[in-house]
């Protein structure tokens, strides 16, 4: 019995009640508030668009503990539209107090394809010119998130009571790459055979001998030889693909304003249902009783022929269009073949219509453009892309090649949206353009002189409505003479900086200690920059820093700083070179170089690696001994010598 009085008080478990559609004692009751603690204090309206969707993209950064901010903003940004992958650069700042430089340098060689050099190389007169790239950025790459939900982007505009939704396209997790340490792994491996292959024939007088490839033939019942094939079809597939360079912009750029503004251009078009609430349910889940009501006996009035009425669909075979009304036959041919000549479209869904009504039909729902049957842009398209295809037809009427540069800089469309638009109806030829798919119908145009000169103004017309809605011109004028001068107010900027910065400046230097401590921590800051300097600059670099510092000790003179290069440095003819950087592993090695550029003006790598076995007993590796030499010494090109290197010039007196 409480089973019975459970279905008494909830209703039997196959009905549902609805609110009856044609009762209007219904009205909105169960919208009404009934949370006293929590009022409803305003509605608004909710407009839903697709037409940038394809371009929306969730960026979630996991591995980041704080959010971005001006300061620290990936600056260069790259795509692959087709495998949807997604790299940004972050840059680091090699002079900031928080970067280890030597790891830079050694991170820094993973990021091109220079083999790192062996004894074998510099004996052979090899080396690797030009300044030491380091690890200037951290890149960071995408991987797709897969969706167990369908996410928005909702815009509340400014002014204007209305929410905006457009569906997401992809959601992308960006992490840390770390592919430089494989590079460099490969390198360190590959000079490592180098090594061993030279010491081999060294010691054995004899060439490298060839050796035995075994190849192993796959049977077709190996299970995995269809899944590793495929992979490697995606992979090329990725490798393959072009990246797409991206600017990247600031929340609070002019550009990102611009694009965000685009989420609230939703062109209102009020949804027309056609069913009520009880056939909804109906549908998404069936009523399991004899005697349940259809779905088309639930419908009302006009709406259930509405429902019955054919319309044109993507996909339609020819038989099914020939069944529609003439219009209706004409939009699922357009939809579908998007561009084609008069002929052969009126052969295969004009039968029993004589061609006059046909034309009559056609010129409803397309463009005659260049002798050939565009289907109009209300057909596919709405909101902005609507607008920008519009223009693009205007732009195949007054050019037989149309180039995606001029259509994407005007209409704004991201690069995919604008090749998927030009593809639908027309070919690229390389070094001329984007042209029709088909060619002019010769015999229609001349047979129909008239109808082509009424189309091209409707088209133009269309067209010239069409950049009126975007008005692209002026904006991308004052966006282009905005950019250009804060570009320049930018660099003047950054001239004037240069003209006037210090090395010194912003040394953070104990106050209260002495002259000599002082003058010593300004020291080991200017070898911080460069690692060769002169008397005459590190005298006038630290006095002059004292003029400007009035915090610092007066005592600081020529002769403390002397005292100070003394203390800590190396003097080889006329520059000096610190004694010992603090790398234990350079400082065991550094001391023996030091002698012997006091010694000759050039080193050779030969005199070096004698000097190591006798001293030590032991020489170092390849990688340690280029940073070695790299320090404080350029690598001559075809001698296989070292010379020392000059010192920058002296600082102006301020």
């Known amino acids: 019995m409480a089973d019975d009085e459970d279905d008494d008080q909830y209703g039997s478990a196959n009905e549902r009640r609805v609110p009856d559609a044609d009762n209007d004692d219904n009205d909105d009751d169960q919208y009404l508030d009934d949370d006293p603690d929590d009022p409803i204090v305003q509605e608004i309206d909710v407009y839903l668009a697709n037409d940038i969707s394809e371009s ?61 050099l062996t004894a074998f190389d510099v004996r052979d007169g090899l080396n690797n010119n030009g300044p030491r790239q380091k690890l200037d950025a951290i890149k960071l790459e995408s991987r797709i998130v897969p969706l167990n939900a369908q996410y928005m ?40 055979q180098r090594i061993m292959y030279e010491e081999r024939k060294e010691a054995e007088g004899v060439e490298e001998e060839a050796k035995a490839i075994q190849v192993i033939v796959r049977g077709a019942d190996d299970k995995d030889a269809a899944r590793k094939a495929s992979l490697a079809e995606l992979q090329r597939a990725m490798d393959n693909e072009p990246w797409t360079q991206l600017s990247v912009f600031g929340p609070e750029d002019e ?15 009020p949804i027309q249902f056609t069913s009520t609430s009880a056939s909804y349910l109906d549908t998404i889940s069936p009523v399991l009783t004899d005697d349940a009501p259809s779905v088309e006996a639930s419908l009302i009035g ?39 000549q008069f002929g052969p479209m009126y052969e295969a869904i004009g039968q029993g219509i004589p061609e006059a009504e046909f034309i009559q039909a056609l010129k409803e729902v397309a463009f005659l453009i260049r002798g ?42 991201p690069p995919i949206m604008a090749l998927n638009m030009l593809g639908e109806i027309a070919d690229f030829h390389s070094g001329l353009g984007w042209q029709f798919k088909v060619p002019a119908d010769e015999d229609f145009v001349a047979k129909h002189p008239a109808l082509v ?68 921590e300004l020291l080991k800051r ?50 000096f070179v610190l004694k010992l950087t603090g790398d234990a592993k350079q400082d ?27 001293v030590l007993g032991k020489q170092p590796a390849s990688t340690l001994y280029t940073k070695l030499m790299q320090d404080i010494a350029i690598a001559e090109r075809g001698s296989g010598n070292w010379t020392l290197k000059p010192s920058p010039a002296p600082p102006s007196e301020s």
């Not at 002014?159 to 390198?187: F, M, N």
């Not at 611009?258 to 251009?265: N, V």
């Not at 049957?373 to 519009?390: E, F, I």
Request: include cysteine.
């Open 56 to 116: 929306l993209y969730m960026l979630q950064f996991p591995t980041r503990p704080m959010p971005f901010t001006p300061d620290v903003l990936p600056k260069v940004g790259r795509i692959k539209y087709k495998t949807k992958k997604v790299q940004l650069d972050v840059l680091l700042d090699p002079t900031g107090d928080h970067y280890d430089r030597d790891q830079g340098e050694r991170f820094g060689n993973g990021l091109d394809n220079r083999p790192l």
């Open 153 to 192: 982007v909702g815009y509340l505009k400014a002014g204007e009571d209305a929410l905006h939704l457009r569906p997401l396209s992809t959601v992308l997790q960006l992490r840390p790459s770390l592919d430089y340490i494989d590079k460099i792994s490969e390198k360190e491996k590959t000079a490592s």
């Open 255 to 269: 550009n990102s304003e611009y694009f965000r503004s685009l989420l609230g251009e939703t062109e209102a078009e």
């Open 302 to 340: 006009s709406r259930a022929e509405a429902m019955r009425r054919p319309v044109a669909k993507m996909g339609m075979s020819l038989a099914a269009m020939n069944k529609l009304p003439v219009v209706e036959r004409i939009k699922a041919f357009l939809v579908n073949a998007h561009v084609v």
């Open 372 to 413: 050939v049957w565009v289907g109009r842009s209300d057909l596919l398209y709405t909101g902005r892309p609507y607008d920008a295809r519009r223009y693009l037809l205007m732009l195949f009427l007054e050019h037989e090649y149309v180039q995606r540069s001029v259509f994407a800089e005007t209409s704004h469309m």
């Open 453 to 520: 000169a009424q189309q091209a103004a409707a088209v133009r017309a269309d067209g010239e409505g069409a950049m009126q809605a975007m008005k692209p011109l002026d904006r991308i004028k004052n966006r282009r003479q905005s950019q250009a001068s804060r570009e320049a107010a930018a660099a003047a900027a950054a001239a004037a900086a240069g003209s006037k910065a210090n090395r010194l400046d912003g040394a953070v230097i104990d106050t209260k200690a002495s002259a000599a401590a002082q003058t010593t």
């Open 526 to 575: 200017l070898f911080t920059f460069d690692s060769v300097y002169s008397k005459d600059y590190l005298v006038k670099s630290i006095l002059s820093h004292k003029r400007r510092e009035k915090s610092l000790s007066r005592d600081i003179s020529e002769a403390t700083i002397m005292a100070s290069v003394a203390a800590n440095c190396e003097q080889i003819n006329d520059v």
């Open 588 to 614: 065991e090695f550094r001391p023996i170089v030091i002698e012997l550029f006091k010694k000759q003006a050039a080193v050779k790598k030969v005199d070096l690696m004698e000097q190591f076995t006798k």
